[in-house]
């Protein structure tokens, strides 16, 4: 489904952000990518659908190379890739349903949308989704005066309308309350499983992605550290994509082990120390 080769980005400052970055996604799976501040997560996301230009690289989505594309042939292909962002990108002006149609602009006519004349398809689909991510009742209600939760549910929805191939999602829980950083995860894990969607979804949140994500991958300088389950996030894993820390509350426990119980890697770590 999705295939990234060798893929840089240095930006015109000379910092490097990716340095030879390879992923395959080869089924509908939630993909977590966490990693510190700086190590080219967001820069990752926005490179799949060139919003960032890759300074080299490749990268194919269902047989198509995005990398090779002009600008025109892009903006055709960003149709198949929902997109979900950290700021929420919403139009404050515009009611929720509005929003929510927005994700449909590149498959109505121009005047279609401008006269906001949408099949009535198209908004029974929207009502559909405004339900599934817990809005109904909220159609009429300008984004502004939303709180920050319901917004990301507005974002998610509208990149559901477009019936996308892949879904980028860039840290959707950063300036959310733990409870509805929560409720946004399932919401999207839910929602990509049952439409057998992949997803790309940038994390700071560890816990977040053990408990969520099918799959994660750790950057650390533009590089993979670390590609697996959550099952494989033990100390020295979180410590080469982090760095040293107490890793001991963060740390999966294998089934078995009491809450507790100090991790094996841990114990064997300070009897090598001395």
């Known amino acids: 489904m999705l295939t990234i080769t060798d893929l840089v980005k240095v930006y015109p400052t000379g910092q490097s952000a990716l340095a030879g970055v390879s992923i395959t996604v080869d089924k509908p799976q939630v993909v977590a990518i966490i990693g510190p501040s700086g190590a080219g ?9 060139r919003l960032v230009e890759p300074t080299s690289g490749t990268i194919v989505l269902d047989g198509v190379e995005v990398t090779a594309m002009s600008r025109r042939e892009v903006r055709k292909v960003r149709r198949r890739m929902g997109m979900i962002f950290q700021e929420y990108n919403l139009v404050e002006r515009l009611t929720v349903m509005e ?28 009502f559909e989704l405004l339900d599934r991510v817990g809005l109904t009742g909220y ?10 939760g319901q917004r990301q549910r ?9 019936r996308p191939d892949l879904l980028l999602v860039d840290e959707p829980t950063a300036s ?14 839910e929602l990509a499983h049952e439409r057998g969607t992949p997803a790309l979804v940038n994390l700071h949140d560890v816990h977040l992605a053990q ?3 099918d799959r994660i991958i750790g950057l650390r300088e533009g590089k993979i550290v ?20 107490d890793w001991s509350t963060t740390v999966v426990r294998p089934k078995g082990v009491a809450p507790g119980d100090r991790p094996k890697e841990d114990i064997e770590r300070e009897a090598a120390a001395g």
């Open 211 to 213: 408990s969520f994500a």
């Open 99 to 126: 929003n929510v149609l927005s994700g449909c602009l590149g498959y109505v006519s121009f005047w279609r949308a401008y006269r906001r004349n949408y099949p009535a398809a198209d908004v029974a689909a929207a």
């Open 176 to 189: 959310l309350d733990p409870k509805t950083a929560r409720q946004i995860m399932r919401i999207i894990v």
């Open 41 to 49: 997560k967001s820069t990752l996301i926005r490179c799949v659908n």
């Open 139 to 148: 159609q009429d209600t300008r984004a502004d005066a939303l709180s920050g």
């Open 226 to 245: 670390f590609d697996g389950s959550a099952d494989g996030l033990n100390h020295q894993v979180l410590t080469d994509i982090y760095g040293e820390e």
């Open 154 to 162: 507005v974002g998610i929805a509208r990149a559901l309308m477009q």
